[in-house]
């Protein structure tokens, strides 16, 4: 998009030359973050499992009513393109909600084996150390993530 050959930056030098390119620092964060988590197996592996969660509560209407009684805060698809809105979807604040959910499920003689059998999954591996260790690790660092890019897209910030 930016691309200093065919993109925006080129097409804004090739009407002015004396134009300078300032690249969007919220969007480089984002990009660092991202990549910073895909170089780490554990990182890859504890955001799939989120993602995994949504995918699993969103597969069903009913489902999703359950979940949506027992948490007090939206559990969200996990963002592609903007890294600090994770922050936002960290199971943590959920946590309690989500196990009742799950455990709802998993006794509920009215849904499918392997559905009952996925909710019984996912909850042993909410209840796992490593999954709370990551919950608060991840937290930690996307709450601090989310802050530096809500201030690097304040209208008063000066580039130079």
Known sequence: MSGVYIGVQARIKELNPLAEYAPCSA????LIGSCAAESCTEGISFFGWLQSFFNFFSASTQRWAILQTNCTHKLQSLSKTRWSTRYDRVVRENTEGILESLNEISINCD????????ANALRKKLNSMETTFMSILWSTILERFNKVNLKLQY???ELW
Do not use: A, C, D, M
């Open 155 to 157: 209208e008063t910030i």
């Open 111 to 118: 849904e499918k084996p392997s559905t009952r059998n996925e």
């Open 27 to 30: 969007h480089s964060l984002n």
